[in-house]
């Protein structure tokens, strides 16, 4: 597969950002914290602004009332992932034509960018992800929010999975996308729960490890279930 990379400067956009931009950045930044820790309800403007080191009228200012910021703040990095993730099933898609590429190779396309955006530099990578996962476990936002920022993305990945057993019903392919997407929302969630079942074998920010093994087994699940 080719080299799949995430960019976690290019949301900063030009070099030097004005200072309005740089205010915004960091309210984002602030308001991604809090809301992965915190929740929607969990957190106040003020909050927000306090950690961001700015006035409180100015997060209203820049972003509107806090569900406006809420989406804002899944908005900056959703994009750039899912940027990343179709284009790395458009490489496999192409390396594999004029037949469809493995199950394993959409899988991988799917969770290899969100491996490197975990494990890069730039903290505020696995905030947004356990950010994501809080809102795709509620009943509430999963469907005003991840459908949203996620769903034109998932299509293009469910169309993908189904060429691969194109004699599937579409209702095992869902499926299977479901148990995909739950794995990854518990990975996304980074609890440490694993840590303590494995007496310390297993790390839950071991995003390598977890992928490593989450690709194979998913796969694996589409063959018994599609195949």
């Known amino acids: ?10 949301r900063r956009g ?18 991604e914290e809090l809301f992965a820790t915190s929740g929607f309800d969990g957190v106040t403007l003020r909050q927000i602004a306090k950690l961001a080191g700015v006035d409180v009228a ?7 009332p806090k569900l406006q910021l809420f989406d804002a703040v899944l908005k900056r990095r959703g994009e750039i992932l899912n940027r990343a993730r179709l284009d790395a099933l458009r490489t496999a898609e192409a390396e594999a034509a ?3 590429p493995p199950i394993e190779k959409v899988i991988e396309a799917f969770l290899r960018p969100l491996e490197i955006a975990q494990e890069s530099e730039d903290r505020g990578w696995r905030n947004y992800c356990a950010l994501v996962a809080y809102v795709n476990n509620s009943p509430v ?3 005003k929010m991840i459908g949203k920022h996620f769903d034109k993305l998932v299509r293009e990945f469910t169309a993908a ?5 194109p004699d599937a019903p579409a209702k095992d392919i869902f499926w299977c996308y479901h148990n995909l997407s739950g794995a990854l929302s518990l990975t996304f969630a980074d609890t440490g729960r694993i840590d303590i079942l494995s007496n310390g074998a ?8 977890a992928y490593d093994r ?3 087994f998913m796969a694996a699940g589409f063959r018994e279930i599609c195949g």
């Open 1 to 10: 597969m080719a080299e799949v990379t995430v960019d976690s400067k290019s």
């Open 14 to 31: 030009v070099e030097a950002a004005p200072k309005s931009q740089e205010r915004r950045e960091k309210i984002l930044d602030a308001a």
């Open 58 to 64: 100015l997060t209203s200012y820049y972003f509107g």
């Open 98 to 100: 004029p037949n469809p």
């Open 141 to 143: 936002w999963g469907k």
């Open 161 to 165: 999975m189904q060429r691969c057993f």
């Open 202 to 209: 297993c790390e839950s920010h071991n995003f390598k490890s």
């Open 214 to 216: 989450m690709i194979p």
